[in-house]
Nanobody, 124 residues
Framework: QVQLVESGGGLVQAGGSLRLSCTASGRTFGNYVMGWFRQAPGKEREFAAAISEFGRRTSYSDSVKGRFTISRDNAKNTVYLQMNSLKPEDTAVYYC?????????????????WGQGTQVTVSS
């Protein structure tokens, strides 16, 4: 069982930056691929970024590529999402997710564990 807790959300102006964190319980964090997803009001949950167990592989959606960076610190059981050049359309609840797999999935239903989410609001 893995429990995930996100933090770092908030209100920021367009063009600004935020760093989200997701801390996991347990001693096997390094066994899990970690992903960040987001869900805007009235829209489906969508993939943002994912990172392999030791950080060697990453994947990004086209909408965040070049602006967001996913990273992880296995010693701290934490995955990060650095978000730069934020746009109003980045406004959403951001969720981190975990799965044990050899791939780096981009589909939400492939992840087994989810956090409660953190709100990110980008004003224009």
């Amino acid at each position: 069982q893995v429990q995930l807790v996100e933090s770092g959300g908030g209100l920021v102006q367009a063009g600004g930056s935020l760093r989200l964190s997701c801390t996991a319980s347990g001693r096997t964090f390094g066994n899990y691929v970690m992903g960040w997803f987001r869900q805007a009001p009235g829209k489906e949950r969508e993939f943002a970024a994912a990172i392999s167990e030791f950080g060697r592989r990453t994947s990004y959606s086209d909408s965040v590529k070049g602006r967001f960076t996913i990273s992880r610190d296995n010693a701290k059981n934490t995955v990060y999402l650095q978000m730069n050049s934020l746009k109003p359309e980045d406004t959403a609840v951001y969720y981190c997710a975990a799965v044990r797999t050899s791939r780096v999935p981009t589909i939400a239903n492939e992840y087994n564990y989810w956090g409660q989410g953190t709100q990110v609001t980008v004003s224009s």
